[in-house]
């Protein structure tokens, strides 16, 4: 049997990330898909400008991405306008097709890295030659390694063989988006919350060939998802944000887990990125989350190995938090009540000339967006450093 020191379920960000970060030990990543491949994703790298400064492969591959930098916002709720705001920098939107990929070409660069297209089926707890460790199985094929990191997205069979629960409707973002390929005039990023009176909300970011166009909604919607973006797409024919000419190029469905899990480590096993549910909860952004968390799993296991449970869920406390405290507050108090009072407030606030300076809820909801808890030094996205204007 095979046998290796890691394997890493998933070349998502949060895999690659780890399986670059891992020195010292005999790494296998794996994945089901065939690389490079598609993954539903708005793409948006929020805060993106200063990734490199923490991110050792994000700096090595951000110079060959093709990205789109976003630097204004417009904000609705339910269709109604309610404000804009302009950044020096606000996210670049990148293909995750192009991404992913060059993210694991940069883990495989590695002399310790090897990937394996495998679909895994079964995890098994066993030893090998007195050494305790986990079979994995793809139903033909078994692996063994000491240590196993689950990096495998949203429905992760990593965070189930831990004993976590399925999540449940409240619990989780159903998503549907597509790319567009058009003429673009309107380089605004466009967030319309509470679209059709559902909680989540509707997106469309500019993107190098033309736009991404996506809704995303808490709790299993009333009707089928297609029904949503298609007439959020007619939405933003009407108010001329999409050119009527375009073309759809491809539409693709995925899910966001908005709740991070009970067990995310053991002493042998750690889950990240969407396996642990590690999703800032506010804007459902999740691809510094993965990468960040990615980089603490393959740090530990490389450095901190003798206990590796209590470092590891040391070291992700702040990054948890900083997910704005999804573990702690149930998203359920987040209902349609809540967000149609705050945005209404935030509408008045933004319009009555005397309020305006203190328009806490625009300006804080940016901010919360934008802003990384546990990275400051010499980051531009410090609070004192976001410049928000109105335009
Ligand atoms: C519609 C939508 C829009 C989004 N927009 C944004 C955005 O604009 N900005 C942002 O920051 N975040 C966004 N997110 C969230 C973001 O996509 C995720 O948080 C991010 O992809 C998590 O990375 P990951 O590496 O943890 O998981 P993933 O990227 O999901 O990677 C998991 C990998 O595991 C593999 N895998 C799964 N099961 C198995 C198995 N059994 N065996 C082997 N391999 C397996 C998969 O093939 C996949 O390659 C969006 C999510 C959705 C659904």
Redesign the pocket.
């Known amino acids: 049997m095979e046998k290796y020191d890691v394997i890493v379920?998933?070349?998502?960000?949060?895999?690659?990330?780890a399986a670059y970060y891992i020195s010292g030990l005999k790494v296998l990543i794996?994945?089901?898909?065939d690389?490079p491949?598609h993954?539903?994703?708005?793409?948006?790298?929020?805060s993106s400008r200063d990734w490199h400064l923490e991110l050792k492969n994000y700096a090595k591959i951000k110079d060959k991405l093709t990205a789109y930098s976003c630097s204004s916002i417009k904000i609705y709720w339910n269709c109604e306008y309610i404000a804009n705001r302009r950044f020096k920098h606000l996210?670049d939107?990148i293909s995750?097709y192009e991404f992913?990929n060059l993210l694991l070409e940069e883990a495989l660069k590695k002399d310790n890295v090897t990937f394996l297209k495998?679909?895994?089926?079964k995890i098994e707890k066993m030893s090998l030659k007195g050494k305790s460790g986990y079979t994995i199985s793809?139903g033909e094929k078994n692996i063994f390694a000491t240590y196993l990191v689950g990096?495998?997205?949203?429905?992760?069979?990593v965070s189930k063989f831990l004993g976590n629960p399925a999540l449940k409707s409240h619990q989780t973002?159903y998503?549907?988006?597509c790319d567009i390929v058009c003429e673009k005039k309107d380089l605004d990023v466009h967030v319309v919350a509470g679209y059709l009176r559902e909680i989540g909300y509707g997106?469309i970011?500019p993107t190098a060939e033309g736009y991404?166009v996506?809704v995303?909604i808490v709790r299993k919607p009333g009707r089928d998802l297609q029904y949503y973006l298609d007439n959020f797409i007619k939405w933003t024919i009407k108010k001329k944000i999409l050119p009527e000419q375009h073309e759809i190029k491809r539409t693709?469905?995925?899910?966001?887990?908005l709740k991070v899990v009970k067990t995310y480590c053991t002493n042998n096993i750690m889950l990240?990125?969407?396996?642990?549910g590690?999703?800032?909860v506010l804007?459902?952004?999740?691809?510094?989350?993965?990468?960040r968390?990615?980089k603490i799993a393959g740090l530990t296991l490389s450095q901190n190995r003798d206990n590796l449970k209590k470092n590891y869920k040391k070291k992700m406390r702040p990054l948890i938090w900083d997910t704005f405290l999804t573990p702690y507050i149930p998203p359920k108090i987040f209902t349609l009540a809540f967000w149609t009072l705050f945005f209404r407030v935030a509408k008045i606030f933004d319009r009555l000339t005397v309020l305006r300076g203190l328009n806490v809820f625009v300006d804080f909801f940016m901010r919360m967006a934008m802003h990384r808890k546990k990275f400051q030094g010499q980051s531009y996205y410090r609070d004192e450093k976001i410049k928000i204007e109105k335009y």
């Open positions: 379920v998933g070349a998502g960000p949060a895999g690659s990330t794996i994945d089901k898909s690389f491949r993954k539903a994703c708005g793409g948006g790298l929020m996210f939107q995750r992913d495998f679909d895994l089926q793809d990096a495998d997205g949203v429905h992760s069979k973002g998503c549907l988006e997106w970011f991404q996506g995303g693709f469905g995925g899910a966001l887990p990240c990125g969407d396996a642990m590690l999703i800032k804007t459902g952004e999740g691809i510094y989350y993965a990468m968390s990615g």
